[in-house]
Nanobody, 124 residues
Framework: QVQLVESGGGLVQTGGSLRLSCAAS????????MGWFRQAPGKEREFVVA????????QYADSVKGRFTISRDNAKNTVYLQMNSLKPEDTAVYYC?????????????????WGQGTQVTVSS
């Protein structure tokens, strides 16, 4: 079956960095656009960033532009999220998701598969 497994979350101070990874199995990874979403306590899940199948195009939420970078390695079936200059408002559970589409989409209901999430906590 399809599995998406996130890793790399943790506790970091304001201004610090983390790199999340999402390893996919059970699907043809290069056939899927990939996205990262996050959900803070008491808030709805929100779009963070997405990347097309080839990795040639990306879309970022305004709140993370210039600080976060998404990338993928189709040979390793893995998508990454490099997060720099972290802020307390970035604190959330981060989820990766796979969307069988040729482009990227920013709405969570379009995504076919989801990981279990990894906690990111940014202390002030």
């Amino acid at each position: 079956q399809v599995q998406l497994v996130e890793s790399g979350g943790g506790l970091v101070q304001t201004g610090g960095s983390l790199r999340l990874s999402c390893a996919a199995s059970g699907l043809t990874f290069s056939n899927y656009a990939m996205g990262w979403f996050r959900q803070a306590p008491g808030k709805e899940r929100e779009f963070v960033v997405a990347i097309t199948r080839s990795g040639g195009n990306t879309q970022y939420a305004d709140s993370v532009k210039g600080r976060f970078t998404i990338s993928r390695d189709n040979a390793k079936n893995t998508v990454y999220l490099q997060m720099n200059s972290l802020k307390p408002e970035d604190t959330a559970v981060y989820y990766c998701a796979a969307d069988r589409t040729s482009w990227y989409r920013v709405t969570d209901y379009n995504y076919d598969y989801w990981g279990q999430g990894t906690q990111v906590t940014v202390s002030s």
